[in-house]
């Protein structure tokens, strides 16, 4: 055989933005799927309630949330049921922390993949993060069904809600990619992943109204991403009186954005490494 009849494979650099491929994704989407099933299946393998844990976990939050912030500490509610309050704050919450908690893992539990086999690694991280996208779609039917219970109107408002959805994903994938990589140099991620969960939801408005945070605070408080993620999906559902205050929520969603740009660069410049290092 000639030199000539031997294949010439040309490695060319990677375009779109920051190196991302989508054409590539794309190729590669039935793998996307099938990893994103898969964690929808071990989620809730020999589990004797199953998916019904996608509404009892925000309802019981929503329970003890109401109780403590609006029966014992006596918060303020806007003039809305503080279980609506709560619950329209507890689902992008936990969509985030699920996913964060899912997605910090995932490229370290999927090393023997990466070490034997070629395919976008960001597929990792992404489908880890949408396979929550089933519990949140069933817990806003359980909105919805607490909405008609306590006699809240269905205002125009709630047209954003995909919107405020779509928010609370970029802010989990945001989060999420940057903390999968990390986690394949510093196994610490695993114990800090945990905690910042833990800590906050308290630091974020689920239990409470933004409002209530001093005036001096606001801007500090604002950097936390999902302030603005949780005051747009209040204001979606509650409607007119519920609007986020507009300087904190644009900060917020800057966080965001800047959040998930630096995230694809930084996974993009360390992706190389992953099977040397897992």
Do not use: C
Not at 63 to 87: D, M, Q, R
Not at 148 to 157: D, E, I, N, Q, R
Request: proline content about 5%; hydrophobic content about 55%; overall charge positive.
């Amino acid at each position: 055989m000639t030199s000539k009849n031997i294949p010439e494979l040309v490695i060319r650099p990677r375009q779109g933005l920051l190196g991302i491929d989508a054409a590539e994704l794309w190729r590669y989407r039935e793998l996307f799927v099938f990893l994103a099933w898969r964690d929808i299946l071990i989620r809730y393998k020999q589990t004797a309630l199953g998916v019904l844990w996608a509404v009892i976990q925000p309802l019981l939050t929503m329970i003890i949330f109401t109780i403590i912030f609006g029966k014992v500490a006596s918060l303020p509610s806007g003039g809305a049921p503080y279980a609506i309050l709560t619950l329209s704050a507890v689902l992008p919450w936990q969509f985030f922390s699920n996913a964060i908690t899912q997605s910090s893992n995932s490229v370290v539990g999927a090393g023997n993949m990466v070490q034997k086999v070629y395919f976008p690694r960001l597929i990792i991280p992404v489908s880890s993060t949408l396979s929550g996208a089933l519990d949140f779609l069933i817990s806003i039917v359980l909105l919805f069904a607490l909405m008609l219970w306590y006699g809240v109107a269905f205002t125009w408002t709630l047209l954003l809600l995909p919107l405020f959805a779509l928010l609370a994903l970029a802010a989990a994938l945001s989060v999420g990619i940057w903390m999968s990589a990390l986690n394949v140099k510093y196994r610490d991620v695993k114990y800090i992943i945990p905690f910042v969960v833990s800590m906050g939801m308290y630091v974020s408005p689920v239990g409470y109204m933004s409002s209530i945070v001093p005036k001096e605070w606001q801007f500090w408080y604002s950097l936390n991403p999902m302030v603005g993620v949780i005051d747009g999906f209040r204001w979606a559902v509650l409607g007119s009186g519920f609007e986020p205050h507009w300087p904190a929520f644009l900060t917020s969603v800057a966080v965001v954005a800047v959040l998930f740009v630096t995230s694809l660069a930084y996974f993009r410049a360390t992706e190389r490494t992953f099977a040397d290092i897992i």
